[in-house]
């Protein structure tokens, strides 16, 4: 089944390093993010795990959650944690599945034939407080991915849903937004009374609102 934003995340149970959990109870009523990676004692997985678990502060300030996920068993993930923790520095502070019969890879298509052999590629799922899915990506085994950008997409959609406005080009929180063309002109000046630059009559940068002096 391919997952689309906007559709639910699929629930599941599954065993993790940190015990059976029901996924969607697990979620609660904050964001989540759900990522694969292909195999355990890999260089590359070493890497981002440990990236991860530096990062807990940064996934916490923005109400969500981080759950990893591979076909490795629940006791592999305990044995790896060691080396994660030599790579970081920091011991492994967010569960990982033990997906070994694959229902987690498969309900969330992360395993892509293609590439190779029956382990998934490297897929993020970020998943809002309704269970929604909201953003995902889909890397090949070779590129590790980078979480500060996951982080970047989690202001910009939370941010998007408070106020009319999407994020440009390599955006980042406190850079200049832009309004809904969907604003009439009067709207938009209730709404960003500090005004706004015009590129084109759908192109206008105005500061961020919630960053804004008042
Ligand atoms: C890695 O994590 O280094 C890796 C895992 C599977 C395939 C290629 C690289």
């Not at 390093?17 to 989540?32: C, K, Q, V």
């Not at 990236?51 to 969500?64: C, I, M, S, V, Y």
Request: hydrophobic fraction near 35%; include cysteine.
């Amino acid at each position: 089944m391919t997952l689309k934003l906007g559709d639910t995340a699929p629930n599941f149970t599954a065993d993790t390093t940190e015990g059976r959990i029901d996924f969607h109870e697990w979620l609660g009523d904050g964001w989540g993010v759900l990522f694969s990676h292909p195999a355990d004692f890999t260089p590359v997985c070493t890497t981002e795990l440990g990236e991860t678990g530096l990062l807990k502060e940064q996934f916490a300030k923005r109400n969500a959650r981080i759950i990893a996920v591979s076909v490795d068993s629940v006791e592999d993930h305990k044995a790896w944690a060691r080396d994660i923790e030599k790579y970081s520095s920091e011991p492994l502070n967010f569960p990982i599945i033990g997906d070994t019969d694959r229902q987690v890879s498969e309900l969330y298509d992360m395993i892509h034939p293609g590439e190779g052999d029956t382990s998934s590629v490297r897929c993020v799922f970020v998943i809002d407080p309704n269970k929604k899915i909201r953003m995902s990506l889909t890397y090949p085994k070779s590129a590790g991915r980078n979480f500060p950008e996951i982080l970047r997409v989690i202001d910009s959609i939370q941010l998007t849903d408070e106020y009319s406005v999407s994020t440009p080009v390599n955006w980042q929180d406190g850079d200049d937004v832009v309004i809904s063309p969907a604003l009439s002109e009067e709207q938009a000046k209730e709404q960003f009374p500090e005004g706004w630059k015009e590129i084109t009559p759908y192109l206008r940068l105005a500061k961020q609102p919630n960053k804004r002096v008042r």
